[in-house]
């Protein structure tokens, strides 16, 4: 077995890599190539985290029994742990200018890299699908009534939904499509202009809500409807659900901080997200208490919201707004890393671009308009539960970077199949880092197989 402790080694440039494991994505990024600043990572974060799924978060706390301020409270201190990884794991990314596939390399080995990047691909994949339906739906239920009540609404069987829906699901599928096509400079260009975009549109709802309402003081008046020990008994299982809410992107944040200007960008950058987050489902759980005194009853579907509110100007607006949420969060979460796992699984024959392209067909290969209205329970609960198996996975790729490597890799180790590689371990695998998985998801396995078989009504989707 080669040996495990790596030292660094000259720039990529002056060495040869090995054809099949590099092209010109897997390459370590270039300086003209780091051009995203701390506002632009910041910016990342916000289009990520404005969203559906994300506007119930404290609501759904609230429901519980939670008092409004300790519901956001709890979404606020998940997002704090969770920021620790996210920068742990965004360190190597900016310092090398490596993806997270050969960042893999170097922890479970020059082939075994394979097993993490396509298991992460594989809740990308599903997740992409799945949000892009969601995107179309909300095109579809803001339609005016003439046009949804017309014959092209009527379910096709043969289709599993009806023209109009499916129309409008691949309208959203073909604008993801227009972005993914630039590459890593369209998802950055359009995380960067829709953020101060996606603020305004929040601002405005809330100023709606606050306005009609005649304040928030049905919001600050909610009380916590439990006990001491009841509340820290939800406490901690919904501050796990909270952290794994973004779990998954942690693990593949290099694919971001690769493009950072410095370590400093990459962590200022990513430092605002549990202010995002708590203000984002301050917004959230603020305008849903507001429907109850503005309408007389709740409404906690923003999408409804919206078309309760009507009028040709909001419409416009609400399909626009909603679409370029869902757009943010879909591609920065759900396109990059199934990409980049196929660019490393064949470098000659895909490019990100391609790599994206197979992503968003297999979206429509799923068909998730049929998952959805045949198994919402199981498609949420496994897809949910198949994210939280990933968790082993971040914590092989830290202990390997920071307690074996002390953070100094190889890159020429890293694109050579040599069997002295420092990373060619046993053909290519590193057995103690394949056991070390094992044993990880083991013991989540039986929990949750049992609340997939338990799960009866369906849930949001959360972010992945």
């Known amino acids: 077995m080669a040996s495990i402790q790596s030292t660094p080694s000259p720039k990529f440039d002056d060495f040869e890599a090995d054809p099949t494991l590099t092209n010109d994505d897997l390459k370590p990024t270039t300086p003209d190539q780091r051009s995203f600043s701390r506002w632009e990572l910041a910016s990342l974060w916000i289009g990520l985290v404005v969203g559906v799924p994300t506007y119930y978060l404290a609501g759904s706390l609230v429901d519980l029994g939670m008092a409004w301020w300790q519901g956001i409270a709890t979404v606020v201190a998940a997002n704090i742990v969770l920021l620790v990884p996210l920068v742990l794991t965004g360190h190597p990314g900016t310092k090398y200018g490596i993806s997270f596939p050969v960042l893999a390399r170097s922890s479970f080995g020059i082939h075994g890299a394979h097993i993490p990047t396509l ?267 198949y994210s939280a198996l990933l968790g082993p996975i971040g914590g092989i790729i830290l202990a390997d970077y920071y307690l074996i490597h002390r953070t100094n890799l190889s890159m020429k180790d890293l694109y050579t199949l040599s069997p002295y590689g420092a990373y060619y371990y046993s053909g290519g695998y590193n057995l103690a880092a394949m056991a070390a998985l094992v044993f990880g998801i083991l013991p989540v396995v039986p929990e949750k197989q049992k609340k997939s078989l338990a799960a009866a009504d369906p849930l949001l989707p959360p972010a992945n």
């Open 119 to 385: 298991l992460r691909a594989l809740v990308g994949c599903g997740w992409y699908g799945i949000e892009t339906w969601i995107g179309g739906e909300a095109i579809f239920l803001l339609l005016p009534s003439s046009i949804k009540s017309s014959s092209l609404s009527q379910l096709l069987p043969w289709l599993g939904t009806s023209p109009l829906e499916f129309a409008c699901f691949i309208v959203f599928w073909v604008a993801q499509l227009a972005i993914v096509w630039k590459g890593m400079d369209g998802i950055r260009e359009l995380e960067k202009y829709s953020a101060p975009i996606l603020i305004t549109l929040t601002s405005c709802l809330l100023t709606w809500a606050y306005v009609k309402a005649g304040g928030f003081s049905h919001m600050l008046s909610i009380s916590s409807k439990l006990t001491s020990q009841q509340f820290w008994s939800l406490f901690f299982p919904s501050l796990t659900a909270n952290i794994s809410f973004w779990a998954t992107l942690a693990l593949n944040i290099p694919d971001f901080t690769r493009y950072a200007k410095s370590q400093t960008d990459q962590v200022i950058g990513q430092a605002g997200l549990p202010i995002f987050m708590g203000a984002f489902t301050f917004v959230g759980l603020a305008v849903t208490c507001s429907t109850e005194v503005i309408f007389g009853h709740v409404i906690s579907n923003p999408i409804q919201l919206l078309g309760e509110i009507g009028g040709v100007t909001t419409i416009v607006l609400a399909i626009f707004g909603v679409s370029l949420a869902t757009l943010t969060t879909n591609i920065a979460a759900n396109v990059v890393a199934p990409a980049n796992a196929l660019v490393n699984l064949s470098p000659s024959n895909f490019t990100f671009r391609s790599g994206a392209i197979v992503t968003a067909l297999l979206g429509i290969a799923f068909q998730p308009w049929r998952l959805l209205r045949s198994s919402e329970s199981f498609v949420y609960t496994w897809l949910v539960g």
